[in-house]
């Protein structure tokens, strides 16, 4: 549902360009998840959810996105995993290093099959009942997958940095530290320093 929202938002964003800007798309993109269900604020998903959107906005925000789909994919990746520092160790109490691989594993699945997929089997599921049950088998199928990956990823957890403790200045450095790094400019010229042959 948080998925479909954001979608519609930010088309209306898009179809709207004058009149909606993506800050607003976002702004309101919460605002109508937390009036559906506003409990939603005590699930670490929606936390997530809408802190990764709004740090690929703020670190990809006046300039153009590379025509190569991959290395944007790539870039994103990158963006989330700075962004989200500051709320994994809030949250798990670790860094999670394995989270741009997940990602890079998973989104594409999750995004290009298993989401379209869960939404068609409730639209199909008003006209053919038979149908849309085929459909979901299909949705468990990946989602079988989707978890396998996850699981065979757990072995790698010596990319899982413990933070054992951390006080409030060291949260504020931490959130400081991401922002900096995700400016438009200066994150460009990160990137420009990883990608050096």
Request: glycine share 4%; proline share 4%.
């Amino acid at each position: 549902i948080r998925a479909l929202i954001m979608v519609i938002a930010f088309s209306l964003a898009y179809i709207l360009k004058q009149q909606i800007s993506r800050w607003q798309a976002w702004s309101i993109a919460l605002i109508v998840v937390l009036l559906i269900d506003p409990l939603s604020v005590l699930d670490v998903g929606f936390w997530f959810s809408f802190g990764a959107v709004a740090a690929l906005m703020f670190a990809f925000s006046g300039r153009k996105m590379s025509h190569n789909k991959i290395k944007s994919f790539c870039h994103a990746q990158i963006v989330i995993l700075i962004g989200l520092l500051p709320l994994m160790v809030i949250v798990f109490g670790k860094i999670n290093l394995l989270t741009p691989i997940a990602n890079l594993l998973v989104l594409p699945l999750a995004s290009l099959l298993l989401i379209p997929l869960m939404f068609a089997s409730f639209l199909v599921h008003f006209f053919s009942e038979s149908l849309a049950s085929q459909l979901f088998k299909f949705v468990e199928e990946i989602s079988n997958i989707l978890f396998l990956i996850l699981d065979y990823l757990q072995q790698f957890n010596f990319l899982t940095i413990p933070i054992n403790s951390i006080d409030t200045l060291g949260v504020c450095s931490l959130i400081l530290v991401s922002v900096l790094l995700l400016l438009p400019k200066l994150f460009l010229s990160l990137i420009h320093i990883l990608t050096l042959p």
